[in-house]
């Protein structure tokens, strides 16, 4: 039997969590190996096997991969959720780079200016529903299927219910003038595997706050003034 993949990072969502949903989506068991210290991370650098000194790192296949992208590319390739042809893999590439920007400015938003933070706030809200929501919204309704690309769950439409639900942890109700989105979400959260991803007691990480944003810092000796001047 092959061995189980192993997530090397700390115990919060960051580039991870994206990883974390498409391994559920494939029905896949794994390991986590979640840094406690910045020893802990210091040690794995020290080991020689983690390329550009950075995390995420998933072990997996006699591999030490690294860099989201190539990670969760692998795994979709891997597990049949990156469609049947080169067409709907572009298709599938489009659409998740858009939810990969709306993804980023959600995880970086806890760390915002004080001052600033409702501004970020709407203009993520504004981003959300006025730039990305319609192109999916659009999507589906054209498509006329019950996924964004081909008749099967891809890692798209995985990765647009991770962004759904991150929308929706800053403002309930911002699906209501996407029919056909509400649609998608109720139906892709009934999965089995998505459904069970999703009980309490999963691997699934809640959102950051101060606490685990503190613990990623020590971890990672990230300068907190230096993270909220750029998160303005």
Not at 2 to 17: D, S
Not at 111 to 118: I, M, R, T, V
């Amino acid at each position: 039997m092959a061995a189980k993949p192993k997530l090397y990072y700390f115990n919060g969502r960051g580039r991870m969590e994206s990883v974390r949903w498409l391994l559920a989506a494939a029905g896949v068991e794994y390991e986590e190996v979640l840094f406690k210290t910045a020893e802990d991370f210091e040690n794995l650098i020290k080991g020689g096997i983690l390329m550009y000194q950075q995390v995420p790192m998933v072990e997996m296949d006699g591999m030490y991969m690294v860099q989201t992208r190539a990670i969760l590319k692998y795994i979709a390739a891997k597990y049949d959720l990156y469609g049947k042809d080169l067409k709907e893999r572009a298709m599938i590439d489009m659409y998740v780079e858009g939810m990969r920007d709306l993804n980023d400015m959600i995880m970086l938003f806890p760390f915002s200016l004080p001052e600033e933070k409702q501004k970020n706030l709407n203009y993520i809200l504004g981003r959300a529903t006025q730039r990305f929501f319609p192109v999916y919204e659009k999507a589906l309704k054209d498509h006329g299927k019950n996924y964004l690309v081909g008749n099967q769950l891809s890692w798209a439409d995985v990765q647009l219910l991770e962004v759904i639900l991150m929308v929706e942890e800053l403002k309930a109700g911002v699906l209501c003038a996407f029919p056909k989105l509400q649609e998608f979400k109720a139906r892709v959260i009934k999965l089995p595997r998505i459904q069970k991803f999703l009980q309490p007691g999963s691997p699934r990480k809640p959102p950051v706050d101060d606490a685990s944003f503190e613990v990623s810092r020590k971890i990672y000796k990230i300068d907190k003034n230096f993270v909220l001047k750029h998160m303005s």
